[in-house]
């Protein structure tokens, strides 16, 4: 099993930038894809991006692409996620997600293990 914790949301005002963090510990976290995931206050929990274990291969939703930017550094057990312009709907809990596999997909369905979420929240 991996245990995930997430760190780095803040309140921001639009267009600026953050940068979430999630540790990963228990089991070695190059074995696990990973993913962001963000559920806004009355809304359903929404596909952000994901990257695989170890190619490095991400994929995005269109409302954040070109904007946000996950990483994975398996040497330090960590899975990031860059933040840049941000709009006042980008305001939502973010979680990152973990599944033991090559690649996963955006289905929240998919994933096995799961961080607290850390909350986002931008002004206008």
């Known amino acids: 099993q991996v245990q995930l914790v997430e760190s780095g949301g803040g309140l921001v005002e639009a267009g600026g930038s953050l940068r979430l963090s999630c540790a990963a510990s228990?089991?070695?976290?190059?074995?696990?894809?990973a993913a962001w995931f963000r559920q806004a206050l009355g809304k359903e929990r929404e596909f952000v991006a994901r990257?695989?274990?170890?190619?490095?291969?991400?994929y995005y939703a269109d409302s954040v692409k070109g904007r946000f930017t996950i990483s994975k550094d398996n040497a330090k057990q960590m899975v990031y996620l860059q933040i840049n312009s941000l709009k006042p709907e980008d305001t939502a809990v973010y979680s990152c997600?973990?599944?033991?596999?090559?690649?996963?997909?955006?289905?929240?369905?998919?994933?096995?293990?799961w961080g607290q979420g850390t909350q986002v929240t931008v002004s206008s």
């Open positions: 997600a973990a599944r033991e596999a090559p690649y996963s997909g955006s289905s929240y369905h998919e994933y096995d293990y």
């Open positions: 228990g089991r070695t976290f190059s074995s696990y894809a």
């Open positions: 990257v695989s274990r170890s190619t490095g291969l991400t």
